[in-house]
């Protein structure tokens, strides 16, 4: 499918599974696309409806021109866009957010479409605020230096290239736990590798000065929270900040020695907590009536 966003920007939607089963939507990370998500796609396929989408600026949605068409409000529009065009009116779903993802859903979380379809949200590996300045990337003291230094790294412009090696071992440090394997450090790679650079520096200017605490409270949904507690990029600060902030907060779990990539580090654990996230909430008949109790 193709949603078209408030400032007529085209996004990729892909839908997996029947029909009339339960609905999933996933959010995928900066630099990323919809392939990040293909474990949880093979799982939870056989019995869900299972909607993934391009955020703009990434895979095969619409590139926009200059910095003027990337910010937190453009991340809520896509949502929005993409929830009306890939739902029923009514229908309920879990919302699954990763990483830049999970911004997305507390950016769009006063709008009618997502009040309108969620019926429980997952953040994984995310956070509101102070990413720069939070961020274990660079092993230095806290302090200005090393948020400008991390600012520093995130914003290049340079092309990642082919991946190689050394480029492996340089993703696997900033964002994968010491456990991860060959083939989750590869397919990692792959992904973020694909991503433009020209995005890639836009997006990572607006994760620089983001601040979405305020549009986390409005985030009334049911909602569970997973972490790495060897996340560099969204330390388990911010997941412990967002499980007071959110009114609705059932479940925050932190996974030893995991870091940013959770849902390829650890898909069993993603997938089941997707699932249980729609028994509990997802009315029957694909939550297209109702809304379950919590």
Known sequence: MTAVSA??????VESHGPADAPAVVLVHGWACN???????????AADHRVITYDLRGHGRSDVPEGSAGYGTRQLGEDLAAVLATALEPGQRAVLAGHSMG???LMAAAGAEEVREHAAAVLLVSTGGSRLLAESL??????????SRGTGMVLNSRAP???????SKRILKYGTMGRAATPEMVEAAARVVHACPRGPRHHWSKVLGWLDLDAEAR????????????????????????????LP???????????????????????????????????????????VASA
Not at 34 to 44: G, P
Not at 138 to 145: A, C, E, V
Not at 160 to 166: C, D, F, K, N
Not at 218 to 245: C, K, M, Y
């Open 218 to 245: 409005r985030l009334t949904a049911p909602t569970a929270i997973l972490v790495g507690t060897a996340d560099r990029l969204t330390p388990p600060v911010h997941s412990r900040r967002l499980a007071e902030a």
């Open 34 to 44: 919809t392939a990040f998500w293909a474990a949880q796609v093979r799982d939870l």
């Open 102 to 104: 999970g911004m997305t």
């Open 7 to 12: 400032d007529g920007t085209s996004l990729h």
């Open 137 to 146: 990337l660079l092993p230095m003291r806290p302090g200005r230096m090393r």
């Open 248 to 290: 609705r907060c059932v479940e925050a779990t932190e996974l030893p020695g995991l870091g940013h990539m959770v849902p390829l580090e650890a898909p069993d654990e993603v997938n089941g907590r997707i699932r249980e996230l729609a028994r509990r909430y997802v009315p029957a008949e694909g939550g297209a009536k109702g």
């Open 160 to 166: 990642l290239g082919p991946v190689t090696p050394l």
